[in-house]
């Protein structure tokens, strides 16, 4: 495989692959079903042309070394072969969707081979008449919006042309027009993304980030006393960081409560999905309600999560939620840089409020309230930091951020049409994001070609089934659908009084 050898990891990539535990494997897990039967030799060469040529990262391997920053080096794989990646399966009987659900599991259990770089494809002949693609990326390759316009660069806008040659207009061209197609997007999905402008944050220009960045140095060498006496940061900070309250917010904020929802514990996971959701309907629940989309969907998730806690004879109670946000351009050409661009806030879900409009107004409230914070690039600044740390300091940090947190929520946004790969229309796409430290749950939303889907990661021995969580979630949306339009503006004290009637 080309490739410059010898690269170093940044900071914040070698913390992604440092953070792999039993019971968290760091790896990005996605499903794309096909409404038609794959054929093996097309895809293998679209893998080919389309993901090995233009990004040499997908032949380098992850290796630990003392002669670079940080101490871990990409280096062309010397015994590359892409059969070691890209596997053909069929589904075990019945051969339905169950069993697919069941695969997908499985393989979200199994840590990636540190031996040879970090990814995997399997093609899987079913359900029904069709086919899947189940996709596994390490987290230090790229974020979901990177890998996301990586994996859709593979596809087509049209089924002409899909022969593995790059259709009309070459690889380039398609990952220029996944750019565009995800630009076009409504905001609201606008992956870990807190606004639409967010993605022009850069974290290194931050106003805070000169002075975060000193002090993160300083979290790093007295990692324990710094975490456990969190003040003490604050203190430090106070002379030179002009606005704490981000930093505060995320040295201050305690342990989130426990729950059968909170705190993996074991290392098999199960998978759930919800049904294609209609982008339109969302939208108009969200324009009725004077919300966005983001806010419906969160709403519905903390319903879904109340009923499950009630359906388990616990009080429903507020759950913490760890939300990405994106800081990294999207626009043509983008998809050519991986690595990690993203920063974390925390997002308190009203999972304790019982009526439906209240949870919708309290969320829409708190998202803009995070909407415009610095919280993400401080967080962006302190993950860099802790990938310099030694492995118990960084471990030690990790779980420190990670205890504050039941759930990562994470939304991807993709094209707005069809599209196909070696020659087959995409029908769905699904996505796991991982969870890190001691966070149980990851809830992943996708839309593309008008529809929106819900995906559930949980641990077997913490929540065996998801499926119940998702059955949940499409009920809360029928209720969100049959609420009344507010009689008062939705925002400020107006609205919490909307929101009580």
Not at 123 to 139: E, N
Not at 276 to 294: C, E, F, W, Y
Not at 395 to 406: G, L, P, Q, V
Not at 424 to 442: H, N, Q
Request: hydrophobic fraction near 40%; include cysteine.
């Amino acid at each position: 495989m080309s490739g410059a050898p010898h690269t170093s990891l940044s900071s914040a990539d070698t913390a992604w692959l440092h953070m792999d535990r039993p019971t968290n494997l760091m790896v990005i897990n996605s499903i794309l079903l096909f409404g038609r039967r794959v054929d093996w030799e097309r895809f293998e060469e679209v893998i080919r042309t389309r993901l090995l040529e233009p990004y040499p990262r997908f032949g380098e391997r992850a290796v630990e070394s003392r002669l670079v920053t940080g101490g871990v080096r990409w280096e062309p794989d010397p015994e590359f072969d892409l059969a070691r990646h890209l596997h053909r399966r069929g589904l075990p009987a019945p051969g339905d969707e169950h069993a697919l659900q069941a695969l997908a599991g499985d393989l979200a259990s199994m840590p990636l081979d540190r031996e040879k770089p970090l990814w995997d494809m399997y093609l899987i002949d079913g359900p029904s008449k069709g086919s899947a693609v189940i996709v596994r990326m390490h987290h230090c390759i790229a974020d979901g919006i990177a890998l996301a316009q990586v994996m859709l660069s593979l596809t087509d806008p049209r089924a002409a042309g899909t022969d593995g040659a790059a259709g009309a207009d070459g690889a380039t061209g398609a990952a220029d027009r996944t750019n565009r197609a995800m630009l076009v997007g409504p905001a609201a999905l606008g992956s870990h993304q807190a606004d639409p402008d967010s993605h022009r944050a850069d974290p290194g220009s931050h106003g805070t980030i000169g002075a975060v960045r000193g002090l993160a140095g300083m979290v790093v060498r007295e990692s324990a006393r710094t975490l456990t006496h969190p003040r003490r940061a604050l203190e430090l900070a106070s002379g030179a960081v002009a606005d704490a309250q981000a930093l505060g917010k995320l040295l201050l904020t305690p342990a989130d409560a426990d729950s059968v929802l909170a705190h993996g514990r074991g290392a098999t996971r199960c998978v759930a999905w919800s049904r294609p959701m209609s982008l339109d309907r969302i939208k108009a629940i969200a324009h009725a309600q004077g919300a966005t989309v983001n806010d419906v969907l969160l709403a519905a998730v903390s319903g879904a999560l109340r009923g499950y806690l009630t359906a388990h004879g616990e009080e429903p109670h507020e759950l913490r939620a760890l939300v990405p946000v994106n800081l990294r351009p999207i626009g043509p050409g983008a998809a050519a840089e991986l690595g990690n661009r993203f920063g974390l806030v925390y997002l308190t879900l009203p999972v304790d409020r019982a009526g439906a409009r209240e949870r919708l107004y309290e969320l829409k409230q708190r998202m803009d309230a995070i909407k415009h914070s610095p919280e993400g690039p401080v967080s962006y600044v302190l993950l860099e930091t802790a990938g310099l740390a030694p492995a118990g300091i960084e471990r030690y940090i990790i779980d420190f951020f990670t205890a504050k947190a039941s759930a990562v929520i994470t939304n991807v946004p993709g094209p707005r049409e069809t599209v196909y790969m070696a020659g087959s229309p995409l029908r769905t796409v699904l996505v796991w994001a991982p969870t890190a430290g001691s966070v149980g749950m990851s809830v992943s939303v996708f839309s593309y070609d008008g529809r929106v889907t819900v995906g559930l990661l949980t641990h077997t021995a913490q929540v065996g089934d998801p499926q119940a969580i998702v059955g949940r979630l499409h009920r809360e949306v029928a209720t969100l659908a049959r609420l009344a339009p507010p009689a008062t503006p939705t925002d400020g004290r107006s609205g919490r009084a909307a929101a009580r009637r």
